[in-house]
């Protein structure tokens, strides 16, 4: 059995999810939680330590006798944290991918002189590539948000250890009292983020991340505010399989001095840039629902695209961020590449994104966009859609 603690279960289930199977964990009532379901995990080795800097380096040593497997190291609140450091300064140095779970009190306890009590958040300074301190999910109106927060936090954390510089990390878990219930038979199943280091290994389309664009049937692909827009417009105005919603900011006024080259040739593509109606329109209809999204560029304006998005529950977003930022503007994201904006469009562009959506011009989804391109009016009444 698990805990009741949903933060707890978020944790452990993700540390799973993206392959941890050492832990090295310390004595303690506040982190019992986090140990116990630790512990319970059939997929997770713990060594009992009781010694926090002894065990910091005891995670050390397991991890790179696993070839520089990540491995967690799990201590208790207040100053047992602070024990880590020498470990957590060894980590950063070597970029061994060490992953330092602290139990912490709520914050409204900090500072009002209750034992072992210390600002755990960001203890570990400079020496960590990573910091983040999880809410606590109650039932209530917030619940599900802030469970998407918890599960995005620590997606962030593990991702920046194992990633393409590993280091160590730290994730701080306020734990509120009871500590000692588990009742939960299993894990939640957790969102897992994974980030595509492509750039540098792209020798065919359909062996890159962005094999899931060709087994989409229903994509979208979301525009947001770009600069040096003139060199995506004339790419994406021939995009003509592939609805392309584009933030109001993102492309003019160049994309309006391509709208009067081609003339009537306008309504044969699919950018929608006043897609206002359009959401309207589609709101919750299930024919309407993409299967794919693919977010490049900055921000989006529009708080209707921005609900509507987040309305897509299982419905798998990829982001493209040079920097392979965690960016889960709706909620859903899925996998982030690490490619700039422009050499994504031309690999989509040289690898068959035009050839492909021509392959499924006869789909439900196609005949609802040439509807759309036809009318280019509010009004889906003669729309055609097949499954």
Request: hydrophobic fraction near 40%; include cysteine.
């Amino acid at each position: 059995m698990y805990s009741n603690k949903e933060n707890v279960n978020i944790l452990t289930s993700l540390l799973v999810a993206h392959g941890v199977r050492h832990a090295v964990v310390c004595p303690g009532s506040r982190n019992a939680a986090i140990v116990h379901n630790l512990n319970e995990c059939e997929d997770i080795t713990c060594y009992p330590v009781t010694d926090e800097r002894s065990a910091g380096f005891q995670a050390l040593g397991l991890s790179m006798a696993e070839g520089y497997q990540p491995v967690v190291v799990c201590v208790t609140s207040g100053s047992a944290l602070l024990n880590l450091y020498p470990a957590v300064a060894e980590a950063y140095y070597q970029q061994i991918p060490l992953i330092v779970i602290s139990a912490d009190r709520p914050a409204q306890w900090i500072n009002q002189l209750d034992g072992q009590t210390l600002p755990q958040p960001d203890a570990l300074g400079q020496m960590v590539r990573k910091a983040v301190s999880l809410p606590e999910v109650f039932e209530g109106e917030q619940q599900e948000e802030m469970h998407w927060y918890c599960n995005r936090l620590v997606n962030e954390a593990l991702l920046k250890s194992m990633g393409r510089v590993k280091g160590p990390v730290h994730i701080n878990v306020p734990i509120s009292e009871p500590f000692y219930s588990f009742t939960k038979e299993a894990l939640p199943v957790e969102r897992k983020i994974e980030v595509a280091y492509c750039r540098a290994n792209i020798d065919t389309f359909e062996e890159t991340p962005f094999e899931c664009v060709l087994k989409a049937k229903r994509p979208l692909l979301v525009i947001g505010q770009l600069d040096n827009t003139e060199k995506y417009v004339d790419l994406l105005a021939y995009i003509d399989r592939m609805p392309i919603l584009w933030e109001s900011l993102a492309m003019p006024p160049y994309l309006y001095k391509v709208q009067e080259e081609l003339g009537e040739d306008w309504n044969k593509t699919t950018l929608y840039g006043a897609f206002e109606n359009l959401l309207d329109e589609i709101k919750d209809d299930e024919r309407f629902r993409p299967d794919l999204v693919v977010y490049i560029g900055g921000h989006i304006v529009s708080k209707k695209l921005k609900s509507y998005l987040r309305s897509l529950k299982g419905v798998e977003q990829i982001r493209i961020s040079q920097e392979a930022d965690i960016e889960d503007t709706f909620m859903h994201l899925t996998k982030v590449m690490d490619l700039p904006n422009s050499d994504a469009m031309s690999w989509l562009d040289n690898f068959g994104w035009h050839n492909h959506w021509r392959i499924i011009a006869n789909c439900g989804w196609m005949r609802w966009l040439k509807a759309m391109n036809a009318k280019r009016t509010s009004s889906l009444s003669s729309a055609v859609w097949l499954p």
